[in-house]
T-cell receptor, first 116, second 115 residues
């Protein structure tokens, strides 16, 4: 069975500092995808970054990077130069495909608060 | 950019009413999904669809049904709304195909209150 674990229910970071949000995963599949989503208080889920299980390079999207350590089954999100607008819930998710069907597993989320 | 549009951001209905939540995507995605999100429970999958007129139950389908008559539109139906269906509902879509571990793209969500 697939599982995503986010052990940090809440995090604080000073504006302009970098922050790492932890995510570990468990799956027996060889092929999978890992994602991070941002959910502001307004409720929409915003796709941030994607890492495929066979990708050798860590994914980066602007100020977001995904620190993918396959042997440790971790996919931590690093946000550089935090901004006040980064305050939100962040969800780690894993997607696998079995029998042609996608299965998505979400973590419980980390609430990030950026302090001025 | 992928655009997933949900018909309402906020909706208030009464117990026993039949409620329709509509979702439309503009990227020709094969896959569409309905989730509900509740504090402390995370996102839970209600129903999903991998093709027109095709539907599969997710983890919590009881009290819900879905309809997918056109590829771009996926509707969630609460047959007889109850107060325990008060929640945030999120629609998502993604590319299909075998081994397509592609991200799901979400709409803005509908905050549904059943009185």
């Amino acid at each position: 069975a697939q599982k995503i674990t986010q052990t940090q229910p809440g995090m604080f970071v000073q504006e302009k500092e970098a922050v790492t949000l932890d995510c570990t995963y468990d799956t027996s599949d060889q092929s999978y995808g890992l994602f991070w989503y941002k959910q502001p208080s307004s409720g929409e889920m915003i796709f941030l970054i994607y890492q495929g299980s066979y990708d050798e390079q860590n994914a980066t999207e602007g100020r977001y990077s995904l620190n993918f350590q396959k042997a440790r089954k971790s996919a931590n999100l690093v946000i550089s130069a935090s901004q006040l607008g980064d305050s939100a819930m962040y969800f780690c998710a894993m997607i696998t495909t079995s029998g042609g069907y996608q299965k998505v597993t979400f973590g419980t989320g980390t609430k990030l608060q950026v302090i001025p | 950019d992928v655009k997933v549009t949900q018909s309402s951001r906020y909706l208030v209905k009464r117990t026993g009413e039949k409620v329709f939540l509509e979702c439309v995507q503009d990227m020709d995605h094969e896959n569409m999904f309905w989730y509900r999100q509740d504090p402390g429970l995370g996102l839970r999958l209600i129903y999903f669809s991998y093709d027109v007129k095709m539907k599969e139950k997710g983890d919590i389908p009881e009290g819900y049904s879905v309809s997918r008559e056109k590829k771009e539109r996926f509707s969630l139906i609460l047959e007889s709304a109850s107060t325990n269906q008060t929640s945030m509902y999120l629609c998502a879509s993604s590319l299909g195909g075998w081994g397509a571990n592609q991200p799901q793209h979400f709409g803005d969500g509908t905050r549904l209150s059943i009185l």
